[in-house]
């Protein structure tokens, strides 16, 4: 007979855990908004630019690398212990999306007016 409070605290850990940091992002992100929302009372406010193109490289080429390898770990992973096809997909998303987002920042009129 194993004992079952070890097995039903471990299964609490992670539920505590993303509770606890959408609690953390939450009064994160309303602290930002308060010290904004002072900066335009004070006057002091001053948008940030967000480079668009910039970004769209840069994470372009992470979840390509990043894909690239989890694929083929995976593919490796399957072949070798003949286990479910579906953990290729760990892999295969990251990369798809990091090529869609190299596709478009190579595809985008508005990136090549420079």
């Known amino acids: 007979m194993t004992n079952t409070i070890p097995q039903v605290i471990i299964s609490i ?4 855990g993303i509770g606890i940091g959408g609690i953390i992002i939450f ?9 904004v929302k002072a900066q335009i ?5 001053i948008k940030k630019s967000f480079d668009i ?8 080429i992470l979840l390509t690398g990043l894909g690239t390898i989890l694929s ?4 490796i992973f399957v072949v070798a ?9 760990g892999g295969l998303v990251p990369l798809a999306i990091g090529v869609s ?14």
């Open 81 to 89: 212990t003949n286990g479910p096809v579906q953990s290729l997909l």
């Open 27 to 35: 009064f994160s992100l309303l602290w930002h908004h308060h010290e």
């Open 72 to 75: 083929i770990f995976f593919a």
């Open 13 to 16: 850990i992670p539920i505590v």
């Open 53 to 60: 193109k910039t970004y769209t490289l840069l994470i372009g």
């Open 41 to 45: 009372k004070t006057g002091n406010y």
């Open 101 to 114: 987002l190299l596709i478009f920042y190579k595809v985008n009129p508005e990136f090549h007016k420079d």
